[in-house]
């Protein structure tokens, strides 16, 4: 039986992520996964439950819960007519191959291996974030054919094994093509609901050996509820904010923090 006081204090602490990753969201376009995980990490650590199967658990907790803030996302950014359907309707099915593809890899993994490659996917998304220029182009407009074939199911396999939505992949991707930021964060939410069904349907059948009470599969519903109360009230301040205040300098930010958070992450796998 668990502290009575932990447990608050660690709900507490949830909440409090679950407010921090809506805001950063709405304000930033980057999923609250890139939070979530870690953030999951320390809880369930602290909990006792430890194991090599922890960030299996950390994912799918990740993903379900961007399962409901994506589609709350993509129904408001509609409303605004900022969502580009047809990048969506065609770079569906590689996203939907490459997320299952991602679950499949991630059941596979020991905690430890998971850990390391969060953290290197963790490190180059905060230094594109904080160098990134606005003006880099890779082409001038979306790939077709053979390349859309072979980035979509990249994007979502790697948006999975980090537990994040579409933002912090699909994001970059879609700038460096032409796509304007607002129609590529609108659209990225969109990504987030074709990579997380899927996977979170596989993370659901993934057995865990030791988890908290409450967990289904490798995702647990405590957790899911905590940041989902938080993040559909948060979210919509980060989004209002991001019409306030210039993005860039908090963007460059959050990147560096992200990084150091990455380099933990990898350093705890390691066994540094």
Known sequence: MHDMTLLLSLGALLLVVGAFAGVLAGLLGVGGGIILVPAFYYVFGVMGYDSPQLMQLCLGTSLATIIVTSVRSVMSHNKKGAVDWEILKTWAPGIVVGALIGVTVA???RSTALQGIFGVLAIIV???MTFGQSHWRLGPQMPTGAKRAGLSPVLGFLSVLMGIGGGSFGV???SLFGVQIHRAVATAAGFGVLIAVPSVAGFLLVDQQVAPPFTIGAVNFVAFF???AMTLITAPWGAALAHRLDPKPLKRTFGIFLTLVAL????KA???
């Open 226 to 228: 905590l940041i989902i």
């Open 107 to 109: 059941a596979s993994l």
């Open 264 to 267: 933990n992450m990898l350093r």
């Open 126 to 128: 905060g230094l594109y």
């Open 172 to 174: 970059p991707v879609m």
């Open 270 to 272: 390691l066994g540094w």
